[in-house]
């Protein structure tokens, strides 16, 4: 089972949700495809494996086999490659890797090179939080490969919880694609409430199922609630402004440990959430993963 | 010799575009004759990314040896200097006045960027 955390709008929460919902099911892999600003492992703490480079594919010349036909270039749907003068220029970063260069190159004169575009760190948390992060290198302007590398590396034994990055751009997309269920984090305000119904309207386009959590929920308006029940959107969980949970959250603690209040609460979340998912969990079960693991 | 310009529209009289990758019009001058040969409005202007390397190619393409514009960006400058094109930068006012000041040794040649690269993004 897949569950996305994601938000529309930033600062809403979803760090906090999927990782004190991770921690109250526990025995989980938190996979942390906000990959600009990948923060979960501050709140998670991990003990870090393994960290990697991950790397997407652009043409290199090899030039004693380029006879300057420029097909390359012409072939080129994202203006990546150039060729001025006979010569050949790549602007790396515009490459998508589609492969068309390579196709149109009747020489062979173009060999795919690795370049580096950001990095994946695996860890493990307590309960048995497995966290996966990719952590995309300033500038770069693709995290959607970087993303979908993070989501390949989750294992199938076990759910997978994914923080999503805010927006309802491109790696918003890749992140949650795939998911039983997306639930969105919002703040009852005009601009959470805005944000949320474009991220409905993604999810929708996507078929994936939606829940919402309303964090700060006695602050703000009743738009929110008003378009979760125009879109037939459950809401499954409400969280109050609390300055616990904001202190706990300052000194890099999870919700879940700012009071004994709380993993009830996440742990309710957490059995609403697999119902929404319409799928029954197929792993082990809460209770049994305790015993084992505290 | 023949120097591509970054203007704002096709005439003599029209004003520098400073940008050199997203500039309205690239025009090809003549120096000789001091009349617009060639160039047109700048189809790259709107473009996605990749605008400074493929404004680049055109002025290799129509054989210009010089470019004068605001300020060239760091992919855009790569390809010009590897072309054997010459950058001169901080051109102002008119098309016409700015060839002035290049005929006067007044322009500036750059060997390095002026202008922030944006990673090949719009």
């Known amino acids: ?294 | 010799m023949k120097v591509a310009i970054s203007a704002t529209a096709a005439s003599l009289e029209a004003t520098i575009d400073p940008r050199f990758g997203r500039s309205a019009h690239l025009l090809i001058v003549d120096t000789g004759s001091g009349q617009i040969v060639g160039g047109g409005r700048n189809e790259f202007a709107d473009a996605k990314g990749g605008a400074g390397t493929n404004v680049a190619q055109r002025v290799v393409d129509a054989g210009a040896e010089a470019v004068l514009t605001g300020s060239v960006g760091p992919k855009a400058i790569e390809v010009l200097l590897a072309c054997k094109v010459r950058c001169y930068v901080g051109a102002k006012g008119t098309v016409r006045e700015a060839l002035a000041a290049l005929e006067r040794g007044e322009l500036k040649e750059t060997k390095a960027s002026t202008a922030p690269g944006r990673g090949g993004r719009s």
């Open chain 1, 1 to 294: 089972m897949r569950i996305a955390i994601a938000s529309g709008k930033g600062g809403t929460g979803k760090t906090t949700v999927a990782v004190s919902l991770a921690l109250a099911r526990g025995n989980v892999q938190v996979l942390d495809c906000d990959v600009e600003d990948p923060d979960a492992a501050l709140l998670l703490h991990p003990q870090v494996s393994c960290v990697e480079p991950v790397t997407v594919l652009v043409p290199e010349l090899v030039p004693e086999r380029c006879t300057s036909c420029s097909e390359c270039a012409a072939a080129c749907a994202f203006g990546a490659i150039v060729f001025a003068a006979g010569r050949f220029f790549l602007n790396e970063e515009l490459c998508k890797d589609c492969g068309a260069c390579y196709l149109v190159c009747g020489e062979q004169a173009l060999a795919p090179r690795a370049r580096e575009i950001g990095t994946l760190t695996r860890g493990e948390a307590r309960a048995g939080v497995t966290l996966i992060s990719g952590n995309l290198h300033p500038g770069e302007a693709m995290a959607s490969p970087l993303i979908e590398r993070v989501k390949a590396r989750a294992a199938a034994d076990r759910p997978v919880i994914i923080d999503a990055p805010p927006g309802t751009a491109c790696s918003m997309v890749h992140a949650i694609e795939g998911a039983n269920l997306c639930v969105l984090v919002t703040e009852p305000t005009p601009y959470g409430r805005h944000d949320l119904e474009q991220a409905l309207d993604v999810a929708a386009l996507l078929k994936i199922r939606t829940a919402v959590v309303i964090n700060r929920s006695d602050l703000g308006d009743s738009g929110v609630r008003g378009l979760c029940a125009a879109r037939g959107v459950p809401v499954l969980m409400e969280i109050p402004f609390d300055q616990g949970l904001a202190e706990a959250y300052a000194a890099g603690r999870p919700a879940l440990e700012a009071g004994p209040r709380f993993r009830p609460l996440f742990e309710e979340l957490w059995d609403r959430v697999v119902q929404a998912a319409g799928s029954a969990e197929r792993f082990p079960t809460r209770s049994r993963f305790k015993e084992h693991a505290e």
